[in-house]
């Protein structure tokens, strides 16, 4: 009786017509990843269907749900579980090739939800966060949302410009600076070494944060990067924020900063983790599975295998369609193009028009500080396949050629 009435409720929660096709009725469609029928959407930042790990999450639920513990279901250790943190501080010093320490951990509900979390407890209205030019355009929004006042920096093709920092650190006191240092969102570039002391230097002197979004780190194709800004957290300036969106599923809500004890004390301190506790112990759980199986370290080498045959096909595409029109970098890691169009067109000019032709992009005015930028567009490889790419480019050159002929 009493499971009849379980049934039902599951029933009526979740219906019948949605469950044979979850994507039939728009109004249940999630509006980050929706792109309409047809379209390809070149512009679409995170992986395609196919690409997720679904069988592995499914194996991984099956034999933690069969344990007989449902401390999984319970409120969370507030820094993260402790299993957890080891089993990902095990995996990350093998993939970073440095150490990490798991007490230098804690658990969040993915990058952004980091990000904001730090925004909350380091920042008032009104401070300055520096930022690259260009930078990742869904922080522009966080801090926003913190009425934070953006500052933008000079970067160059290796990233951050040290001098354009200096000068700008001689007119503003800001209360962090945000960047992401390795296969950057959008612009493809990798900070060396010299500059990631030098950064971590100017930070100690003129005493601000540096939070560092290192969601790409680990998704390199060519030469491994320098060791993530992360691995200098025993500075007490450094927060490096780390994400399995990009290295497992984006809807696992999972990421961590790794930071020195002090700030680890600060965010499982915090009134969210006091009334809420750990931040998703239950994905955790189940992610804990992957990691200590070894599925992430495959699942992570087939990921990279992917989208270095698809930076060929994109690249491939792009000489053949756009070769004299565009100018940019081949990646090295990282899902983006960061595409540099003649002086005259306009990212955003394209994108009204972009329909039309059944193709999308991001325009480069939106990961701009300063409404600049607008000859830039950034096309994304992580969610389509060869042809598709191949297709969606065909299809960009065909907008470009009618917009500007
Ligand atoms: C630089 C950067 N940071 C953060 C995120 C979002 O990460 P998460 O899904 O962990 O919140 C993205 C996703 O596109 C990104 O490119």
Redesign the pocket.
Known sequence: MCRNALRESCDLAYPAKLRQNPGMNSQFQITQSFTAPGVIDLGA??PGAALLPRATLQAAAAQRLGEDDSSLLQYGLEQGDSYFRHALATFLSRRYGTPVDMERLFI????????DLICTLYTQPGDVVLVEEPT?F??LRIFADHRLRVCPVATDADGLDIEALETALAAERPAMLYT?PTH??PAGFTLPLERRRRLVELSEQHSFLIVA?E??HLLSYGTAPPAPLASFAESGTVLG??????ILA?GL???WVQAAPHHMERLYRSGLLDSGGGLNPFTSALVRVVVEGGWEERYLDMLRATYRRRIAALHAALVEHLGRLVRYTVPDG??FFWLRLPEQMDGETLAARAPEFKVGFRPGQRFSGRQGLRNYIRLSFAHYEDADLAEGVRRLAALIAAVYP
Not at 108 to 115: P, T, W
Not at 241 to 246: A, I, N, T, V
Request: glycine share 16%; hydrophobic share 40%.
């Open positions: 930042g995170h969040a509900a993915g990058a952004s939800q980091a990000l990742y869904l922080a992401v950057q969102n979004d969601v790409y924020l780390g994400s399995f969106s990009k984006p809500r999972l990421g990282g899902y």
